[in-house]
């Protein structure tokens, strides 16, 4: 069974501006985290990267993107949305890279006007909280977790202002990840 995505309520007053996003604003946004907790939300998609490897992007990736506009804009995605990158964590063993990943990340538009190489950006990242008794997420939200809320129940999932690192460099980092998918696919590279 799916569990939900748990997308918290700004912790800031105001509310930072693209925390929840305004539905009428153009906006890239990625979402990536740990591939287990991933699992939680779509535990129907296949994550083997062989079956799927010559395919942009994963259907896992797709119902991933799906699910974060839901939670975000309380709306089913357009038919149309645009995913625009994915990032796929490789898991290594030495120096060896298995064909398998631990960690996944999707990013897609809404309202972003294709000739707009420079969107405002929505980093969200997957906070894992089962494994570590939230550790993890108390040492780097800004505010207190407590796992019992979310194991079995929810997954945590917070925007870039509610979390202590200040993502300075993510709408550039975003960006230019898009652009180089761009001109992968333009020069006939998947």
């Given at each position: ?22 539905l ?12 287990t ?10 994550w ?38 994915q ?59 407590n ?44």
């Amino acid at each position: 069974m799916a569990l939900e995505l748990y997308i918290p309520p700004c912790i800031h007053t105001p509310a930072h501006a693209l925390h929840l996003p305004p539905l009428e604003r153009p906006l890239r946004i990625q979402i990536d985290g740990p591939l287990t907790s991933i699992q939680k939300l779509v535990p129907d998609a296949s994550w083997d990267i062989e079956a799927y490897a010559p395919d942009f992007p994963m259907p896992g990736g797709i119902a991933l993107a799906k699910l974060v506009y839901r939670a975000l804009y309380k709306t089913d995605a357009p038919s149309d949305m645009a995913i625009r990158y994915q990032y796929l964590g490789w898991i290594r063993e030495g120096n060896i890279t298995l064909s398998k990943i631990d960690y996944y990340g999707v990013t897609f538009d809404h309202l972003v006007p294709a000739d707009d190489l420079d969107p405002d950006v929505l980093q969200i990242n997957i906070i894992e909280v089962d494994y570590d008794g939230g550790e993890y997420a108390n040492k780097y939200l800004l505010f207190p977790v407590n796992p019992a809320d979310y194991t079995g129940k929810k997954v945590l999932a917070v925007p870039r202002c509610c979390q202590t690192r200040k993502g300075t460099q993510d709408r550039g980092k975003t960006n230019d990840e898009v652009a180089e998918r761009d001109r992968e696919r333009s020069s006939g590279q998947k």
